[in-house]
């Protein structure tokens, strides 16, 4: 059980150019997310994703977009990079019960635009 | 929507002592409040939660009170220990159907030996 894996852990991308972030995970959760952490700034709600084919925007949706085939992937999709995307980005999911439950991350992905 | 503010930013105690982190949140729709330990370049994960309709809740040193009249929450580690160094986040969730947690701005504990 690997849980919520995210790839790449590293990455550095020139003003302008685009790239996906992929985030998948083997826990069979209906509820996954995407949040980007800036310091002095906790983690924001980008998109989030209640089942394949539903997304929605988060509190920071601006410059990302994101789609969701199947249960197991949410990939985030950043279309033309800007040095304000430079971030830690995590991915979680969470299970779909009636009551709030935890919600899993994975390890993060670094970006740096420049 | 949800806002929730946690303080101090940072705090540093010596190894032993008691570490209290607090936070308040907006909406009185929110019914559940998970904290998150974050390590340096690693993961948040959960260390304990509290749903609205509990006060307290024990976890061997750590343990969270909510107040719900007053919408506050905080977290208390006792006999701190090194390896508590960390990043703690507090969140809240309001029953909208979907865990869109709103996490607040975290605090730096730093235990020292």
């Known amino acids: 059980n690997a849980g919520v894996t995210q790839t790449p852990k590293f990455q550095v991308l020139k003003t302008g150019q685009s790239m996906t972030l992929q985030c998948a995970q083997d826990?069979?959760?209906?509820?996954m997310s995407w949040y980007r952490q800036d310091p002095g700034m906790g983690l924001r709600l980008i998109h989030y994703?209640?089942?394949?084919?539903?997304?929605d925007q988060g509190e920071v949706p601006n410059g990302y977009n994101v789609s969701r085939s199947t249960t197991e992937d949410f990939p985030l999709r950043l279309l033309s990079a800007a040095p304000s995307q430079t971030s830690v980005y995590f991915c979680?999911?969470?299970?779909?019960?009636?009551?709030?439950?935890?919600?899993?991350f994975g390890q993060g992905t670094r970006l740096t635009v420049v | 929507g949800e806002n929730v503010e946690q303080h101090p930013s940072t705090l540093s105690v010596q190894e032993g002592d008691s570490a209290v982190i607090k936070c308040t949140y907006s909406?009185?729709?929110?019914?559940?409040f998970p904290w998150y330990k974050q390590e340096l370049g690693k993961r948040p994960q959960l260390i304990i939660d509290?749903?609205?309709?509990?006060g307290e809740k024990k976890d061997q040193r750590i343990a969270v009170t909510l107040n719900k009249t007053a919408k506050h929450f905080s977290l208390h580690i006792t006999e701190t220990q090194p390896e508590d160094s960390a990043v703690y986040f507090c969140?809240?969730?309001?029953?909208?159907?979907?865990?869109?947690?709103?996490f607040g701005t975290g605090t730096r504990l730093l235990v020292s030996p």
């Open positions: 509290i749903r609205s309709n509990v």
């Open positions: 969140a809240a969730i309001p029953n909208t159907g979907f865990q869109k947690l709103v």
């Open positions: 979680a999911s969470s299970y779909s019960g009636e009551m709030n439950t935890e919600a899993f």
């Open positions: 994703s209640v089942g394949a084919g539903i997304t």
């Open positions: 909406d009185s729709a929110s019914n559940y």
């Open positions: 826990m069979n959760h209906e509820y």
